[in-house]
């Protein structure tokens, strides 16, 4: 009886007599401390032991673990024997490995790795269930140059949809920029549908640059594809790989995650939109934990003195200090404040608001001389950002943290959304630490608040339109972000008060303007 023997017996889940009784005395040999008398043993012997191991079952000594030293003793001829098990099996109508997890849960290594190389460069095409035990396995053993050195084997081979699908997938999770720019979303879609929930699991491991690949997942996969609640009870559905992918990026210690997660929130079904906000917002806390250091007492009694930010929160602290306190002189103030808003005419009247950029250099020509003496270094408008974007305005202190600052007019269209839409994306930076500040500037109700989407009644003052963006802050980003609206309307003319004498010289020129018409 040969190995090849055993290996079609095994796909038609039979057995031979012998192997019992070939079993039994081989367990028998290992209780007795006897193992020395199995050295002159032929290699299929230990085939046997593999398929038969429940004579042994978990306990010590196991007759797969016997079998799996014998075969290493000489690896080579190890290998043959157990791919020549695997490919009548295989041949035979078998669809998976019989025994692989043996090998793989085993310290003879170098025998794991000869064997299953050498069955994935002999045949690519295996049917999915071996494929993936296969694949598995390489995941464990091979670095991922050498797995890259099979992809390109399998490429060129002739093999079915659903190899073709698995391999992509390994080609995809081992480099995801550059599958991505070679293939359509189709292609895409298929290799990130390939793998089960293991053989993802493992090759996120060895994923050089798991941020990108799970992109790629929420690219192809959430824009048509709502989150399903249930998702949690179907490893292999779209949503539970969409919201794998944004847990991941969630709890990444890469500071490219946050930026990741705010790029992909437009592209992507409303329901995702708090799934992504709250990850955005919990790697934000990751990497200010990451990122913080304890100031020294120095530095501390600096800061309570009213010196320098001692840290990204005490950088807040000062900004919206200071623009509250401008709030409050803001409508009381002799030389007018809100007027600095508006264009005037020859008379000093407001006549129409400024345009955003003018409004918003104001205010920082105000706050600057208040921040100089804190210690905050600059003050940069239009500052330019990632992907070319810009944010209107930016704070940069002493030590290299800075907090954005978003500034709209209240009749802005994009007054509603620049909160998540625009204002998280500059907090993802590494240096704001997830913080910033969205100031809209309030110009009266006779200009008005574009309509929203949920069609709930628009605010009609300063006040009301501060609580209603409040509100709308989704719950993950309550705790960084600042919401301030700075009224800045017109005030109302009055006529004057005349005197009686006052009152009937002007009625008196009403009446000689009649006359003389």
């Keep these: ?76 001829a190890g290998a043959e024997e157990l791919l020549s098990y695997w490919n009548a099996a295989l041949d035979a109508g078998g669809a998976d490995l019989d025994g692989i997890h043996y090998l793989l849960s085993s310290t003879e290594r170098n025998l794991a790795i000869l064997v299953l190389t050498e069955l994935l460069l002999a045949k690519p095409d295996l049917p999915a269930p071996a494929l993936r035990q296969a694949l598995v396995g390489c995941a464990s053993l091979l670095s991922a140059g050498e797995m890259l050195a099979l992809v390109e ?16 997938f390994i080609d995809l999770a081992l480099d995801p920029l550059r599958f991505e720019l070679g293939h359509s979303r189709e292609l895409l879609s298929a290799a990130l549908l390939a793998p089960d929930g293991e053989l993802a699991t493992k090759f996120n491991d060895l994923c050089p640059n798991l941020e990108e690949l799970d992109r790629i997942r929420i690219n192809v996969f959430a824009n048509n594809n709502p ?34 997660l705010r790029s992909v929130l437009s592209g992507t079904d409303q329901s995702w939109t708090p799934y992504v906000v709250h990850a955005a917002a919990e790697h934000d806390r990751i990497m200010r934990d990451n990122l913080f ?41 002799t030389e007018t404040p809100w007027k600095s808003y508006w264009n005037t005419d020859r008379y000093g009247n407001a006549t129409e608001p400024r345009i955003e950029n003018e409004c918003r250099d104001r205010l920082l020509e105000l706050l600057r001389p208040r921040l100089e003496r804190y210690g905050i270094a600059a003050s940069l408008p239009e500052a330019r950002r990632a992907e070319n974007t810009r944010v209107d305005v930016l704070l940069i202190s002493h030590a290299g943290k800075n907090l954005p600052i978003e500034a709209k007019r209240h009749f802005n269209d994009e007054l509603w959304s620049a ?37 709930k009644e628009r605010p009609s003052d300063a006040k009301g339109l501060e609580n209603i963006l409040l509100g709308d802050l989704p719950p993950a980003l309550r705790q960084q972000t600042s919401i301030i609206v700075l009224n800045v309307e017109r005030a109302i003319a009055h006529p004057p008060i005349l005197t009686p004498a006052a009152k009937k010289k002007t009625q008196g020129k009403a009446s000689g303007a009649g006359n003389r018409r």
């Excluded at 290699?43 to 016997?66: C, H, K, M, T």
């Excluded at 084997?153 to 992509?168: F, P, T």
Aim: with cysteine; hydrophobic share 45%.
């Design 419 to 455: 909160p998540v839409a625009q204002l998280s994306g500059y907090a993802a930076d590494a240096g704001a630490c997830g913080y910033g500040i969205y100031l809209v500037f309030w110009f009266g109700a006779e200009f008005p608040v574009p309509a929203r989407k949920d069609q």
């Design 227 to 260: 989150a399903e609640d249930r998702d949690w009870a179907e490893p292999g559905s779209i949503s539970r790989i969409v919201r794998g992918a944004i847990n991941r990026l969630g709890a990444s210690s890469d500071m490219r995650a946050g930026g990741i």
């Design 1 to 76: 009886m040969k190995s090849w023997d055993l290996g079609k017996a095994r796909a038609q889940n039979g057995s031979y007599a012998q192997e019992y009784v070939v079993a039994a005395g081989i367990h028998q040999a290992l209780l007795k401390g006897r193992e020395h008398e199995l050295a002159g043993c032929a290699p299929v012997i230990a085939i046997v032991a593999i398929r038969q191991n429940y004579f042994s079952g978990d306990e010590s000594p196991s007759l797969a673990s016997w079998a799996l030293r014998t075969l290493a003793e000489n690896a080579e």
């Design 153 to 168: 084997l399998a490429r060129v081979a002739n093999v079915g949809e659903g190899a073709r699908a698995l391999w992509n």
């Design 293 to 333: 250091t304890a100031p020294s007492i120095g530095v501390l009694k600096a800061s309570l003195e009213g010196g320098p930010p001692a840290n990204p929160d005490d950088l807040v602290a000062v900004v919206l200090e200071e623009i509250e306190r401008y709030r409050r002189t803001l409508r009381t103030g």
